[in-house]
């Protein structure tokens, strides 16, 4: 376990040096900020709208940023390393193949944890002084379940980013596939489950469940959840009805995503030629 922590801070503090932490952050914090504020845009006003469309508009902005970022963060991890020349140096310290890889996945994790927190954070407290009349308490949770929510989704796709990084020879090779996974996951499983919602006319009480076959789903229906108002606003999570999926049996799921691919990691980086 030390091998493990050890291994995790020398990650985090190489995002700290890399600027890692401050620019996620910034990025976040500007546009959640610019999203909550121009929420009511749409009806030709400026300023803070309803809690519920604030909430759907910083879901949907971090199902587009969280995944890229995550990808990014890591999916060069090991790959790198190789490219590099410094994995075989890094596997003649007294640590395992498993202790390295989940030690790099910690300290990645944390800071894109860090970074989240901060953002979003920033942006709670911006909508807190600026919103009217916003119920403090509600916002709170809110923000909190999205930070907790944004976390793991990113971590389900750092351990994307792993799964990647462990199987191919070349940088650029783990790039492209990054890329080819955000894109089926953010983009097009969205469209390819709205084209079957259209083409089914009957019987198609199981396509709710479709959506825990991708971990962006996950992630809105735990955030919207516990807004009524928010349905009209959230596109394909509207075909789930109130009660078919609990906020703590989606985590669940959620965590899920990220032991899967995790574990596949783990298991390729064993049988990988350094």
Known sequence: MNAVLSVARKEFRDGLRNRWV??????????????AYFGAAASGELGFTSLATTVVSLSTLAVFLIPLIALLLAYDAIVGEQEAGTLLLLLTYPLSRSQLLLGKFFGHGLILAVATALGFGIAGI????????????????SIGLLIVSSVLLGWVFIAFAYLISVWVTEKAQ???????VWFLF??????????????????????????????????????????EAARSYTGLTSIAEGGTFR???????????ILVPLGLALLRFRRRAA
């Open 22 to 35: 401050l620019a996620i952050a910034l990025v976040l914090a500007i546009l959640a900020v610019g999203i």
């Open 126 to 141: 911006a909508i807190a002084l600026g919103a009217p009349g916003v119920d403090l308490l509600a916002l709170a949770g």
């Open 174 to 180: 783990a790039a492209g596939l990054a890329l080819i």
């Open 186 to 227: 953010v983009l097009v499983f969205d469209l390819a489950l709205l084209a079957l919602l259209v083409s089914v006319e009957r019987g198609g009480d199981w396509l709710p469940w479709l959506l825990l076959l991708n971990p962006t789903e996950c992630f809105r229906l735990i955030n919207l959840a516990g807004f």
């Open 247 to 257: 906020p703590a049996v989606v985590t669940a799921i959620l965590v899920a995503w």
